[in-house]
């Protein structure tokens, strides 16, 4: 009997143990790496630097 209360108490500590939420990290869909590490020859990389650019003219025109 005490090893189904020891098994539903880890299963409760488990559940409530987590101090801090996991930290998520985004991940590029085409080169697989973290958004913070974009391989070069990632298109959504160098669309993103072509973009780059055009946000800044736009943010100092106003």
């Known amino acids: 009997m005490s090893g ?3 098994m539903e108490m ?3 500590k488990k559940l409530l143990g987590r101090n801090k939420p996991v930290e998520r990290i985004r991940v590029c869909r085409q080169c697989g790496m973290p958004v913070a590490q974009h391989k ?3 298109t959504i990389f ?4 072509a973009m780059q650019p055009a946000s800044m003219e736009a943010g100092g025109a106003e």
């Open 10 to 12: 880890t299963f409760i």
């Open 46 to 49: 160098k669309a993103e630097q």
């Open 40 to 42: 070069e020859w990632c």
């Open 4 to 6: 189904i209360l020891e």
